[in-house]
């Protein structure tokens, strides 16, 4: 069952591949959609709705959670290899841990300042809270079940085995207590607790032990309970040598069950009545009141310590913690019952995620692939001399993300590169994107970057590479205080014969080479004196203190793209009211803002064909009689976490495709700094048409969301399965 993976069949039968190369390709890519996209428009409405009727928008958390679950879904998918069906299990762990952190926290804090405010959808807080209490303790009781009852067998059934300490042999207990004294015992610190011991500040999502103890210690004290931190220098997944596995078997127990088997060696003299893991979860929002820091970083670094003891906003405990032992610990941490989550299982389920990696089972993963490129870059040659003959487009992770690598290291060693300018948002310190702008920066080239200080939880690497970058000599900006800049633009100006000459990438996605493997994104490099023009001017504006001047073809927030965005929407809108033909696909991460959605909804009402691709948050309810019958919206959760922001708008029959760093998000519009910038050339609008047309024909990864708040999966019955990922990689990867 495991190698029905995307990527398994020895090949995708012709009739669903997806479109080809912009320029040529080397395989026919007939239509996938041979009729119109989308569904049959209903008549306009005999009288107008209240758009901002509560009952028209799902709730933004609850929503989130519902991606989340999502996730976890594909755990049980076993078209999934079993590996990744692990993986995607462990996915959905670290996906909570944000979750908590970040949106429960969020709420929280908004109840503790008193703050009762509704959003679009008329919930409370308290209520919001009361139900993400109730569907996040079920799912995950459905999470531990799966584990336990699906995955873990399944894995044994492969030779891969966690050993539970009631199964370990005479040698297994034997190493396992040599590990202990020689690994754990020097760097474990157990923290009784008394009076002068009060209970300590543990850090955020870290592993720790309560202690029940009786007698008396070498002070004559009498026991009672301690702290047991687990180091977490050390791994929660631990191998067992190859002569101590059952032949044909790899075998790893937990951290969790060696501390648990020997802590009584930690409190000589004393006895242990129980010892049970736990783990809590704490507020990690971070946030820099832009009218009290003179200093972006200097601020950072002071949050960034803080959010390790933000305040508790779950506690997970094994399911066999006593009852007034768990009350303790949710008392200590300021929580109530509904913040208790018990669990059969290791509480850090995340950490799991190193074992993976050490796995060298191919045939339990998906198979690799080698990303393709579009045919004018197979060819030998300058890079600048291929975007100056006409633009390229690049779809992540089926194509390559290495020419863009290659265009900056390129940039970064020829002589007649005079300036480059990027922002960074996530991305790593010793990425080749950062290595080939600290060479240009040390050859002696005007270097000026952007970095977000702000990315969240990637604040730190930031950081480190803000100053790596300063010592190399470029200049680094940190953006606009109260905005962070999200835009991913690259700026190179290059003398040549003629002159001064632009070239540029924009794209949907972060400079980062691991995720352009993972994520779903686009790229575009060209030369168009027009587009580069404009990403020159708002690089000036984020730079100095000026107002931009007239840009002429980029949307950018938090200016014009909100206002355009809705602009568009209304002109479908206006087509369709003239009774002509009207579709727009929008696809991107998040639906959120209300305004956008108001206009989707008119948009809807005057008989446009409205078809949302939305992966995750979605506040826009579809199937409403009168308001919403004509929008359709899917998600699509697979192998690759779609990223694309991708807009296309019929316009009359002179379409329009459009791709951006935004989501349709409040935050995007009016609180970031974004690009969003048209395909201009014809052929690879074609193209992008085409995919957004493939996707929307997934019965195989598709979830389509009902007018309740629920998603449906799709299946293909009778009809030919059509995986949009898996259509897109035959198509666009390179052929063996």
């Known amino acids: 069952m495991e190698d029905r993976s995307p990527t398994s069949s020895p090949a995708t039968p ?3 591949a997806a479109p080809g190369d912009d320029a040529g390709s080397d395989v026919p890519s007939p239509r996938l959609n041979q009729t119109r996209a989308g569904i049959k428009p209903k008549a306009p409405p005999t009288s107008d709705a209240d758009l901002s009727d509560p009952t028209l928008y799902f709730n933004r958390e609850l929503s989130h959670l519902q991606f989340n679950i999502r996730v976890l879904e594909q755990a049980l998918d076993e078209a999934h290899p079993l590996l990744n069906r692990l993986m995607f299990l462990l996915i959905f762990s670290s996906n909570m841990d944000e979750f908590f952190e970040i949106r429960v926290a969020g709420l929280k804090h908004q109840l503790a300042l008193g703050d009762i405010s509704s959003g679009a959808d008329g919930r409370t807080p308290r209520a919001v809270l009361a139900e993400i209490s109730r569907i996040a303790h079920e799912q995950i009781e459905r999470q531990y079940r799966i584990l336990n009852a699906s995955l873990l067998p399944a894995l044994e059934e492969k030779g891969l085995r966690f050993r539970r300490r009631r199964d370990w042999t005479k040698a297994q207990r034997e190493w396992v207590r040599d590990y202990f004294e020689n690994e754990i015992m020097p760097v474990i610190s157990p923290i009784g607790l008394d009076p002068s011991h009060p209970f300590p500040r543990l850090v955020n999502k870290s592993l720790n032990f309560i202690v029940q103890l009786e007698g008396k210690d070498a002070f004559g004290r009498e026991g009672g309970l301690a702290i047991l931190p687990a180091p977490r220098s050390l791994p929660r997944v631990i191998s067992l040598p190859e002569a101590l596995c059952e032949e044909g078997f790899r075998e790893a127990v937990f951290l969790s069950s060696m501390i648990h088997a020997h802590a009584e ?3 000589p003299g004393m006895t242990v009545r129980g010892c049970y893991q736990f783990r809590l979860t704490r507020n990690a929002d971070m ?7 003179s200093d972006l970083a200097s601020a950072l670094r002071g949050e960034l310590l803080a959010r390790r003891y933000g305040s508790g906003v779950r506690l997970e405990v094994v399911d066999t913690c006593p009852d007034e032992l768990a009350g303790f610990l949710l008392r200590q941490f300021e929580l109530e019952e509904e913040d208790l989550y018990r669990v059969n299982g290791p509480v850090n389920l995340t950490r799991m995620m190193s074992m993976i990696g050490e796995v060298e089972r ?4 998906y198979r690799p692939f080698t990303p393709g490129l579009p045919k004018n870059l197979r060819k030998e040659g300058s890079l600048f001399d291929t975007i100056a003959a006409g633009d390229v487009l690049l779809h992540h992770p089926f194509h390559a993300f290495s020419p863009v690598e290659d265009l900056l290291s390129e940039a970064a060693r020829d002589p007649g590169v005079l300036a480059i300018k990027q922002t960074l948002y996530r991305t790593g310190a010793d990425s080749p994107i950062v290595n080939s702008l600290v060479e240009a920066a040390r050859g002696g080239k005007e270097v000026t970057v952007v970095i977000e200080l702000r990315a969240r939880f990637d604040e730190a690497d930031n950081l480190a590479l803000a100053s790596r970058l300063q010592e190399a000599g470029a200049i680094v900006i940190y953006g606009v205080m109260a905005y962070k800049t999200h835009a991913k633009m690259m700026h190179i100006v ?4 003629e002159g001064l000459r632009y070239y540029v990438h924009l794209g949907t996605g972060n400079y980062h080479s691991k995720t352009a493997r993972l994520y779903t994104d686009y790229s575009l490099l ?5 587009l580069c023009e404009d990403v020159h001017q708002v690089f000036q504006q984020l ?10 073809t980029l949307l950018h927030a938090p200016f014009t793209l909100h206002e355009r965005m809705v602009e568009m ?8 009211r003239k009774g002509k033909r009207a579709h727009l696909i929008i696809k991107c991460n998040s639906l959120t803002e209300p305004r956008l959605i108001q206009a989707l909804y008119r948009a809807s009402q005057a008989g446009v064909e409205c078809d949302l691709i939305i992966r995750g948050q979605c506040c826009l309810r579809p199937g409403v009689p009168g308001v919403s019958e004509n929008i359709r919206i899917r998600s699509i959760v697979g192998r690759f976490l779609e990223h694309t922001r991708v807009f296309y708008f019929h316009n009359g029959g002179k379409p329009e495709v459009w791709a951006s760093s935004a989501d349709f998000m409040t935050r995007n519009m009016f609180h970031r700094v974004e690009t969003c910038f048209p395909l201009l050339d014809k052929k690879l609008a074609a193209r992008v048409r085409k995919d957004l047309e493939t996707y929307l024909v997934d019965n195989c990864q598709s979830w389509l969301l009902q007018p309740d708040g629920s998603y449906v999966k799709q299946h293909p019955g009778e009809a030919a399965p059509i995986s949009a990922q898996e259509t897109l990689l035959y198509a666009y990867a390179a052929k063996a």
């Not at 946030?287 to 820091?293: A, I, L, R, S, Y």
């Not at 191919?362 to 993963?365: A, I, S």
């Not at 730079?543 to 002429?552: L, N, Q, V």
């Open 494 to 497: 290059r003398r040549e014969k």
């Open 287 to 293: 946030t820099v009141d832009p009218e009290e820091v």
């Open 569 to 576: 929407i209304e002109r479908e809108a206006a087509e369709a």
């Open 543 to 552: 730079s100095g203190m000026g107002r931009a001047r007239r840009i002429e």
């Open 362 to 365: 191919p045939e339990l993963f």
């Open 526 to 530: 060209t030369a168009n004196p027009t």
């Open 14 to 16: 012709l009739a669903l």
């Open 265 to 267: 060696e930690l409190f």
